[in-house]
């Protein structure tokens, strides 16, 4: 195991933009099978693999690289480490990163699934208050510990061992059916 682990550390100070991005890829997909097969009961050969395919390429392309440059950009404006840094870092990215974040997910996850504009408006409009809301009874708390303790390499897993468990809410909440009515134009 120590052998795995020095070669995780060294693939990811090689390589930390490729690392993280499939990592993100490969927990956002165990987030989104977690979520078929737990919450939506289906079987393994009943997996909306569209679906899953599709949530997975969010954490590859979008949400993985841009989690490791936020906390990047995090790091070079808060470079040392303590509670106070911490709190200023979980503000600003709970304020800034995590609302665009959860908008972009959400939209992108409707798009991936077909939806049209307006079906992508509508359903930000039934369901982002709430995934913000939960977002905000989770995360500043897993992020005051891992702005504080976890050194910058380490931040987007520790981030994405807990958001397996996001990712499975996140994933389930994005792909249920719209609600609401559509806009009219």
């Not at 737990?38 to 693999?49: G, Q, V």
């Not at 404006?77 to 200023?88: D, H, N, Q, R, V």
């Not at 380490?154 to 996001?166: E, G, I, P, R, S």
């Amino acid at each position: 195991m120590k052998i795995l682990f020095r070669a995780y550390q060294e693939v990811l100070r090689r390589h930390p933009f490729g690392v993280q991005a499939i990592q993100t890829g490969l927990l956002m997909g165990a987030g989104d099978i977690i979520a078929q097969t737990a919450i939506e009961k289906k079987t393994f050969r009943e997996l909306d693999r569209q679906r899953l395919i599709g949530y997975s390429a969010l954490g590859l392309c979008v949400l993985g690289p841009s989690l490791r440059l936020w906390y990047g950009l995090l790091d070079r404006f808060f470079p040392t480490t303590g509670k106070k840094l911490a709190y200023k870092k979980v503000l600003l990215d709970q304020l800034a990163f995590a609302p665009s974040a959860i908008a972009v997910v959400v939209s992108l996850t409707s798009a991936v699934n077909g939806s049209s504009v307006p079906q992508i408006r509508a359903k930000l409009h039934q369901d982002y208050v709430d995934i913000l809301i939960a977002n905000y009874k989770l995360w500043p708390a897993v992020m005051v510990i891992n702005f504080s303790l976890v050194p910058l390499q380490y931040q987007v897993l520790v981030t994405q061992v807990v958001a397996v468990f996001w990712n499975t809410y996140f994933s389930w909440k994005a792909n249920q059916p719209l609600q609401l009515p559509l806009p009219h134009s």
